[in-house]
């Protein structure tokens, strides 16, 4: 610590603190204009001059670090002088249209002006004159406004990643703008505008519509779109969110949001959003009340009970949804129906991946803090770009490639292509064999240490690959070496594992390769999550073979503090495949949908809607109408992520508070809906809030045991909980084909080159929740099928090309994008909108190991039209 | 879209890259030799150009154009088969190069960043290009011309076609 | 004249390897090698008093000193060759001339701090001087003066000349850095000063060409041969580029200290066509104005900061009677606003704010206001901006209406000036030739 004098006060403060800082603690403000929290200082503005003793010239107190003995003064006649002389230097150019300018009210330039005083205006020539830029979808351009403070470029470099903007030019000639003048054409994740001090960047969304006195309220929440789990903060005027914005510092995401969590609120105000219940009569939807469609949906259970066996009835439940919704769908079937058929679309990925790395390195592993993935020195990354998935988790890769990590992706790059040491980008359904090069690569340079005898078995049963499979990844064995060398000298490495490592090839193979680089490296290992609950809802026991917290499915029963015992049914549960293929077998009469479109979510699009079309009864609850509820026997509208409290679980296993913003609501919270079903049916319990179904939750399950409600609030409650005996330990595990590697088929000497088509992932759009954003669909308005050039020109194709593309499944007309990182023989197609969609043109097998889901028949044809 | 003569300078500029690249420890400082070299070959450094060098040394475009836009000798639009580098800075001003400047203005139509019509002269206002002994002095292309009088001036300029 | 940088450049082969190993050159840097150690030439260096030519006048022994204990490995060996100060024009000759000089300086730097990698940062508006380096440091490596195994003691440095774009600015050493990273050519905080973290965050000499060029004296006469060369407070040559209205312009080798009048009269010829002197710049643009009376001063660092201006970059710009105070430091001012790198606000906003006024001023559209505005401006742009830019800006333009305040003020009264136009003095063409010429094309 270092003591100092701060306007006569005695102060102490860090070594490495500056004057600024230093002041701040002691209570004394000094004005900044350019200096932001969070980015490097930079002492542009020149408005926190200060005065040291001993020092002829005034100092930044942003850039100045405190010393032994320093006196400084913040606020001396000539001091105020000189930040009134940097005022009117700022006001000479820019123009006094605060009545029209977004800003006014927060602006900094505006509230730094009124406290120094005004400039005389003196200024006797003319001022710069940009006009306003209103050719971006998301961003509006002032530049006219602009003070270049750069905090913008910094964030948009330093904090985001992205460099998506710079300054240009030089002097009074500065300017702010991205490569193509007139669109960012970025990754629109809007941090700039988080930092922009005056009104030079703004949001379109709220473009003359928006003064910051119009600001309700302002409620912090969880962000509703992917895993991360970000802190973000309703500002509210009514029902309506006038902007989801961030705060610098505070969250996982330390005040960054990306492009979904900053404009695609606006799904919520969507025309399709379900405003009433709907049951169908004679084919079709017809609007009735909530008593009616309740009453409806519980005599025909009743029905479908009284005739069936429970294990007749089944759930899917929903990573868009609470904690509290899913504990609460869960009981429905398990508790009060009496059966374990309860699954989501996280089995597609995210559960067997969790599933699969607990066993084999105990339950620890997957529970990791995102932001500790910042200090790695080495990242591996296979199985999706994560800057797609889970944009905010990417920049932290991007953040640690920064300060010296080295970085491995294997796959498509997408955002982290210029933060990459090797790209292992290789041929789809060759993935398998660079991972082996590199496990045995790892295994020869690093040894066995012999914690975990059953992955080193297997790790020694792994063959080399010849010459020949080599050559087929298209990835030179060079790059792979010094990969290897790279990642057997890392001492805090992390590993990434995405949804797409699972969907080609032998899932169990390849999630055990890079469980095995894990291993071998000791890193830290991080599941995507593209829903931002899935982690939560296996948590609540939304899976059929463990109940909530985890412990797998007993007969047994579970007493409550209220002296209620619950009984844990004895059959197998149907997980999401067997559940569709229960349909259409016939056992599986009826089904409860809640917040998942099935139809649209899962490939091969014509059995689910078979399946679902054989069900005798089909509920559905959800914000839209879409094509799931096209089957729904009843309808029922929910309450959308705004308008609802609850806690969420993240990808790396933190409980956060998902706070209502909306005080009303078109539909209706889904555990209150669930609840009084399930009340309906025989279950006893009363619950006047979403706590309250919290702690049943919490005597239900072994792992949220010793939590504190009251202990979610203030960045959240990490894993495991408080609880202890919950911290199970490696097991053996099952790899298929483990000494086998891809076939290395020879060319076909005739007929059209065949591609694999694989679906995107995009950043604009994660489902069925962002083609409802009109914010997201402006910057990513329609389906595309995506080639790397090389591909292109054997295929004679250019960009903007409209094709037909076609695979067993059928075929769909689409336009080219041509991007660089699309690996050989692969076609990425949307995987967003209804009528060009990846999923209607794919199948999938379930694998027996893992029990998720790969891809089939996605050989596909491209032509011209 | 890219023709064969475009495609031949996109690889000859690739190799020289990863030739630049050995000079330098990290692979971002390549940026200015990458850029001076993309002028040689392009001509000047429009939008496609600078794409190119963003692909290649790993800096996004946004950034190469704000190191590009920095400096201002780099050529970002199209110039004359000749440019003149006048310079104006006072030591050739007392020198009377305000005159020649005048002078250029009247005879070729040529003012500050502007080209010819025919497109043989293009003119630059320098600030002090270090030949204030022999002022005023310019540079066309890549030579020096010193003591500029209205009749030398003339003289040296109709030797470039 | 001394004859310690400019030795031999009579030769017209003066730039090639084989007449610079004749002339003696190259014996430093074996001197160095065989019989110094890094430490021995880091302290002579400081012994010399050798202070930085690049315009700070900082100690070069005490920065290298800096780096050397300095941990952090490597180390990087910049040499400053982005002359842009207005009326410089020494390094040219010196790397037209004499670039082996300037290697031979910059090796043994390297020796002395362990150095395995230098860089020449050359002004884009020296096409030539770069052929003429790159031509040089291969002949250096071929005699093996440079690469792996520097005359064979399994010394490395390797060597690469690095061309600006057009930026005075990049002259200042944080922001030549930012140029030579790859990044705009911005100024950076300090500290952390080069020394200790400059490019790629490794500790960095940033010397000016001039500076190393008399290294090689140093080692191979001693530190105390140096110090008997100029004043005990400012040893050794100094390169004083001459310029404007002396009979006999160009580069001066004189001992610090050297009396301004005794390099007008004595050594320039004297002013051009007998007329009256108006005043000197004496430092290069960015130093302050001195009138006639102050011109006996000897030039060194101590005695021009104590007439209020700086030896800076040795350009000394001698005026005349007949040139326009104002129309000169309208140039000057378009000059730093040209050139502002817009980071902080006084020196973005200011530079041209005192420009438009100035020009208002010249063509005789301002009043006395305007010119009290002018100077609160430039006192409000002073001692507030991020680097010495915007700050040399104000100085000398504070400098100039003190000393010559009648002359702004005849502008701004009178609306004309009152010298004649200075094209007069280009005395080929008249006003009225020039009316009369006829488009070309």
């Given at each position: 610590m270092v003591k100092l004098k701060i306007n006569g006060q005695?102060?102490?403060?860090?070594?490495?603190?500056?004057?600024?800082?230093?002041?701040?603690a002691a209570g004394i403000t000094i004005p900044t204009l350019c200096h932001?929290?969070?980015?490097?200082?930079?002492?542009?503005?020149?408005?926190?001059?200060?005065?040291?003793?001993?020092?002829?010239?005034?100092?930044?107190?942003?850039?100045?670090?405190?010393?032994?003995?320093?006196?400084?003064?913040?606020?001396?006649?000539?001091?105020?002088?000189?930040?009134?002389?940097?005022?009117?230097?700022?006001?000479?150019?820019?123009?006094?249209?605060?009545?029209?300018?977004?800003?006014?009210?927060?602006?900094?330039?505006?509230?730094?002006?009124?406290?120094?005083?005004?400039?005389?205006?003196?200024?006797?020539?003319?001022?710069?004159?940009?006009?306003?830029?209103?050719?971006?979808?998301?961003?509006?351009?002032?530049?006219q406004r602009c003070i270049l403070c750069t905090?913008?470029?910094?964030?948009?470099?330093?904090?985001?990643?992205?460099?998506?903007?710079?300054?240009?030019?030089?002097?009074?000639?500065?300017?702010v703008e991205p490569f193509s003048h007139d669109k960012y054409n970025c990754e629109y994740c809007g941090n700039c505008l988080t930092v922009c001090p005056v009104g030079a960047i703004m949001s379109r969304l709220h473009r003359h519509n928006y003064r910051p006195w119009y600001v309700e309220k302002e409620v912090e929440t969880v962000c509703g779109f992917c895993g991360v789990g970000c802190t973000t903060y309703l500002q509210m005027r009514g029902t309506t969110i006038i902007r989801t914005q961030p705060m610098l510092g505070t969250g996982v995401n330390k005040g960054l949001l990306c492009a979904r969590g900053r404009f695609g609120y606006d799904y919520i105000e969507s025309e399709s959003r379900l405003k009433t219940p709907m049951i169908r009569v004679n084919g079709v939807l017809e609007p009735v009340s909530w008593e009616k469609a309740l009453q409806y949906i519980v005599t025909r259970l009743k029905e479908v009970k009284s005739q069936h066996p429970p294990k007749a009835i089944a759930a899917v439940a929903s990573g868009m949804c609470s904690n509290e919704d899913n504990y609460m769908l869960q009981k429905l079937i398990r508790f009060v129906i009496g059966s374990n058929n309860i699954d989501s679309t996280a089995r597609l990925a995210y559960a067997p991946s969790k599933t699969y790395i607990e066993k084999i390195f105990g339950a620890a592993a997957t529970a990791n803090v995102i932001a500790d993935i910042e200090k790695a020195d080495g990242v591996f990354v296979a199985g999706g770009d994560p800057t797609a998935i889970n944009p905010v988790l990417g920049v932290q890769i991007r953040s640690a490639w920064r300060h010296g990590a080295k970085v491995v992706v294997s796959g498509q790059p997408g955002g982290l292509g210029n933060f990459i040491n090797y790209s292992l980008n290789s041929v789809p359904h060759h993935e398998e064999t660079v991972l082996n090069t590199i496990v045995i690569g790892l295994a020869e340079m690093k040894g066995y240490s012999g914690t975990n005898p059953y992955i080193?078995?297997?790790?020694?049963?792994?063959?080399?690959?010849?010459?020949?499979?080599?050559?087929?990844?298209?990835?030179?064995?060079?790059?792979?070496?010094?990969?290897?060398?790279?990642?057997?000298?890392?001492?805090?490495?992390?590993?990434?594992?995405?949804?797409?490592?699972?969907?080609?090839?032998?899932?169990?193979?390849?999630?055990?390769?890079?469980?095995?680089?894990?291993?071998?490296?000791?890193?830290?290992?991080?599941?995507?999550s593209k829903k931002p609950n899935y982690r939560g809802l296996i948590d609540m026991g939304c899976v059929p073979d463990a109940i909530a917290g985890g412990l797998p499915v007993r007969p047994g029963q579970i007493k409550l503090k209220n002296s209620v015992t619950m009984s844990v049914p004895a059959d197998k549960g149907l997980n999401l495949f067997e559940m569709i293929e229960g349909a259409l077998s016939g056992g599986l009469k009826a089904l409860y949908v809640l917040g998942e479109n099935l139809v649209f979510n899962l490939p091969d699009r014509e059995k689910t809607e078979k399946a679902l079309s054989s069900l005798d009864l089909l509920i559905v609850q959800d914000i839209f109408t879409n094509e799931t509820t096209r089957h729904a026997h009843v309808v029922l509208p929910a309450a959308a992520w705004s308008e609802k409290d609850g806690t969420m679980t993240n990808l790396g296993g933190r409980i956060q508070f998902l706070r209502k913003g909306a005080s009303d609501s078109v539909g209706r919270s889904e555990w209150r809906v669930i609840a009084e079903i399930a009340k309906a049916l025989g279950m006893n319990?009363?619950?006047?809030?979403?706590?309250?179904?919290?702690?049943?939750?919490?005597?239900?399950?072994?792992?949220?045991?010793?939590?504190?409600?009251?202990d979610i609030k203030d960045g959240g409650l990490m894993w495991p909980y408080g609880s202890v005996q919950f911290q199970g330990g490696a097991e053996d595990f099952e790899v298929e084909g483990i000494g086998i590697l891809p076939e290395v088929k020879s060319e076909p000497c005739e007929g059209p080159l065949k591609l694999y088509l694989l679906p995107e992932r995009s950043l604009f759009h994660s489902g069925s929740t962002t083609r409802k954003s009109r914010a997201l669909l402006s910057v990513s308005p329609e389906p595309y099928l995506s080639l790397n050039p090389e591909e292109a020109l054997r295929l004679g194709l250019n960009d903007s090309d409209t094709v037909r593309v076609r695979t067993s499944r059928g075929s769909a007309v689409v336009t080219i994008k041509i991007i660089m990182d699309v690996p050989e023989r692969a076609a990425i197609l949307s995987n967003t909108f209804e009528k060009v969609n990846f999923n209607s043109l794919a199948g999938y097998s379930v694998d027996p190991v893992l029990n998720c889901m790969a891809l089939t028949d996605n050989e596909a044809v491209i032509e011209l039209i | 879209m890219i023709t064969a003569a475009i495609a031949?300078?996109?690889?000859?500029?690739?190799?020289?890259?990863?030739?630049?690249?050995?000079?330098?420890?990290?692979?971002?400082?390549?940026?200015?030799?990458?850029?001076?070299?993309?002028?040689?070959?392009?001509?000047?450094?429009?939008?496609?150009?600078?794409?190119?060098?963003?692909?290649?040394?790993?800096?996004?475009?946004?950034?190469?154009?704000?190191?590009?836009?920095?400096?201002?000798?780099f050529k970002t639009k199209p110039h004359g088969r000749h440019v003149i580098y006048l310079c104006t800075n006072i030591a050739c001003l007392i020198m009377g190069a305000d005159t020649l400047e005048e002078y250029l203005q009247k005879t070729y139509r040529l003012s500050n960043g502007e080209?010819?019509?025919?497109?043989?002269?293009?003119?630059?206002?320098?600030?002090?290009?270090g030949a204030c002994d022999r002022a005023p002095a310019m540079l066309v292309n890549d030579d020096w011309h010193f003591n500029l009088t209205m009749e030398n001036i003339k003289e040296i300029l109709e030797s470039y076609k | 004249m001394a004859n310690v940088l400019l030795k031999n450049i009579e030769n017209p082969n003066s730039h090639r390897i084989d007449e610079y190993v004749k002339a003696g050159g190259y014996f430093a840097l074996e001197h160095a090698i065989n019989e110094m150690t890094p430490k021995d030439i880091v302290d002579d260096i400081r012994k010399s008093g050798l202070r930085g030519r690049g315009g700070a006048g900082f100690s070069t022994g005490m920065k290298w000193q800096f780096a050397s204990l300095d941990p952090k490995f490597p180390k990087y060996i910049v040499c400053n060759a982005d002359e842009g100060e207005p009326g410089t024009f020494k390094d040219r000759v010196l790397l037209e001339r004499n670039p082996h000089r300037l290697i031979e300086g910059m090796v043994i730097t390297a020796y002395a701090l362990q150095s395995i990698r230098g860089y020449i940062y050359v002004r884009a508006e020296y096409p030539h001087v770069?052929?003429?380096?790159?031509?040089?440091?291969?002949?250096?490596?071929?005699?093996?003066?440079?690469?792996?195994?520097?005359?064979?003691?399994?010394?490395?440095?390797?060597?690469?000349?690095?061309?600006?774009?057009?930026a005075y600015i990049c002259g200042e050493e944080t922001a030549l850095i930012n140029s030579l990273e790859g990044r705009r050519g911005e100024p950076r905080i300090k500290p952390p000063f080069p020394v200790n973290s400059g490019a790629w965050s490794k500790p960095t000499i940033v010397n000016n060409v001039e500076t190393y060029a008399n290294i090689p004296y140093i080692i191979e006469t001693s530190p105390k041969a140096y110090t008997f060369l100029g004043t005990k407070d400012a040893p050794g040559t100094k390169l004083f580029c001459v310029s404007g209205a002396v009979n006999k312009p160009g580069v001066y080798e004189l001992e610090l200290g050297t009396p301004l009048r005794e390099i007008i009269y004595d050594h320039c010829g004297g002013i051009r066509g007998g007329r009256a002197l108006k005043g000197v710049i004496p430092g290069g643009l960015s130093t302050s104005i001195l009138t006639p009376d102050k011109i006996d001063c000897p030039m060194d660092f101590a005695n021009l900061a104590k007439r209020g201006s700086m030896l800076g970059s040795g350009a000394i710009i001698v005026l005349d009677d007949t040139m326009c105070i104002v129309k000169i430091y309208e140039r000057a001012m378009r000059f730093f606003e040209h050139e502002s790198c817009g980071k902080c606000t006084p020196c973005r906003e200011g530079t041209g704010w005192m420009r438009t006024i100035l020009s208002r001023i010249e063509k005789g559209l301002a009043d006395m206001e305007d010119l009290a505005t002018l100077e609160d401006v430039a006192a409000n742009v002073a001692g507030k901006t991020f680097c010495p830019l915007g700050e040399g800006a104000a100085h000398v333009l504070l400098a100039v209406i003190k000393s010559y305040r009648g002359e702004f003020e005849y502008h701004v009264k009178y609306k004309k000036c009152e010298v004649a136009d200075p094209s007069q003095k280009w005395e080929h063409i008249s006003e009225g030739e020039l009316d009369r010429l006829e488009p070309i094309v």
């Open positions: 005695e102060v102490e403060a860090g070594r490495d603190s500056s004057i600024l800082y230093a002041a701040k932001i929290k969070g980015l490097e200082p930079y002492g542009g503005c020149r408005m926190c001059l200060v005065e040291i003793e001993g020092v002829s010239r005034l100092q930044t107190a942003c850039t100045t670090k405190v010393n032994e003995g320093m006196s400084v003064l913040t606020e001396t006649d000539e001091i105020n002088k000189a930040r009134k002389a940097m005022l009117e230097f700022l006001l000479i150019n820019h123009p006094l249209d605060c009545p029209v300018c977004d800003k006014a009210g927060e602006c900094l330039l505006q509230d730094e002006a009124a406290r120094y005083g005004a400039s005389e205006g003196r200024f006797a020539e003319g001022k710069r004159v940009h006009p306003e830029n209103l050719n971006d979808p998301f961003i509006v351009r002032n530049m905090r913008c470029t910094r964030m948009c470099g330093e904090g985001q990643g992205a460099y998506a903007i710079s300054v240009t030019g030089r002097g009074a000639h500065s300017f080193e078995k297997k790790i020694k049963a792994l063959r080399v690959p010849c010459e020949p499979e080599l050559k087929a990844t298209g990835v030179t064995l060079e790059s792979m070496e010094e990969a290897i060398d790279d990642l057997s000298r890392l001492k805090k490495p992390v590993v990434v594992i995405g949804p797409a490592l699972l969907q080609s090839g032998i899932p169990s193979k390849n999630l055990f390769l890079v469980a095995a680089i894990a291993y071998l490296t000791d890193a830290r290992i991080y599941l995507l319990e009363t619950y006047r809030d979403s706590k309250e179904v919290w702690e049943e939750m919490t005597q239900v399950s072994v792992l949220h045991a010793a939590s504190d409600y009251e | 031949d300078k996109n690889a000859i500029l690739k190799d020289k890259i990863k030739e630049l690249k050995r000079l330098y420890p990290q692979t971002r400082s390549v940026l200015l030799p990458a850029l001076h070299a993309a002028e040689d070959l392009y001509g000047w450094l429009g939008d496609d150009a600078l794409e190119q060098v963003s692909m290649l040394t790993g800096v996004t475009t946004a950034e190469v154009k704000g190191v590009v836009s920095f400096y201002s000798l080209t010819t019509a025919d497109g043989r002269f293009s003119l630059v206002i320098m600030e002090c290009i | 770069e052929k003429i380096l790159n031509e040089a440091i291969k002949e250096a490596y071929d005699k093996g003066f440079l690469g792996d195994d520097i005359m064979s003691k399994h010394f490395r440095f390797n060597l690469s000349v690095h061309r600006g774009a057009g």
